[in-house]
Antibody, heavy 116, light 110 residues
């Protein structure tokens, strides 16, 4: 069955970077784009960007351009999302999601807390 | 205003029907349609309907999606207590080259 398993919770200081992983299984990794979506406390869902695991092309939300990097490792079917220059506003649950005409499978979420 | 607009909250009685709306423009919902997600806090979102208004396997027939012009709708019939959740629409915006989400609708089942 399709599964996206994310790395565990992180606590970071302001100004630091965080790298979250998303390991895919149960399907052909290179056949589906992977998106990153976050939800801050009390807020809605916010799209961050997408990576094509086949060829590794990326499209980022303008809001995160220059601060986010999405990469993939085809040998382990894992996608990574690195977000830099963290502030308290980046405290959120970060999700990876597979795209097949919509976000059909989601990771369990990774809580990133930014606090001094 | 870019993005998708959803009413912040909807309340309906048990076993009644709720229709949630999502208004966009010709670059997003009116372009390739909108998908619908159900989100219970503490869990990942669940896809209820894709941009072609198709329900994934395992999603109850009580959930049905449609579109008219730039407005997408999700109808939930026979409301159950477990339907109480946040509902989001989402679409690809061709002018922004970005996925956009609506602000979400909190559905309360009375």
């Amino acid at each position: 069955q399709v599964q996206l398993v994310q790395s565990g919770a992180e606590v970071k200081k302001p100004g630091a970077s965080v790298k979250v992983s998303c390991k895919a299984s149960g399907y052909t990794f290179s056949s589906y784009f992977i998106h990153w979506v976050r939800q801050a406390p009390g807020q809605g869902l916010e799209w961050m960007g997408v990576i094509n695991p086949s060829g590794s092309s990326t499209t980022y939300s303008q809001k995160f351009q220059g601060r986010v990097t999405m990469t993939r490792d085809t040998s382990t079917s894992t996608v990574y999302m690195e977000l830099g220059s963290l502030t308290s506003e980046d405290t959120a649950v970060y999700y990876c999601a597979r795209e097949a005409s919509a976000h059909d499978y989601w990771g369990q979420g990774t809580l990133v807390t930014v606090s001094s | 205003q870019a993005g998708l607009t959803q009413p912040p909250s909807v309340s309906k009685d048990l076993r009644q029907t709720a229709t949630l709306t999502c208004t966009g423009n010709s670059n997003n919902a009116g372009y390739q349609g909108a998908a619908w997600l159900q989100h219970h806090r503490g869990h990942p979102p669940k896809l209820l309907s894709d941009r072609n208004n198709n329900r994934p396997s395992g999603i109850s027939e009580r959930f049905s999606a449609s579109r008219s012009g730039n407005t997408a709708s999700l109808t939930i019939t026979g409301l159950q207590p477990e339907d109480e959740a946040d509902y989001y629409c989402s679409a690809w915006d061709s002018s922004l080259s970005a996925w956009v989400f609506g602000g979400g609708t909190k559905l309360t089942v009375l």
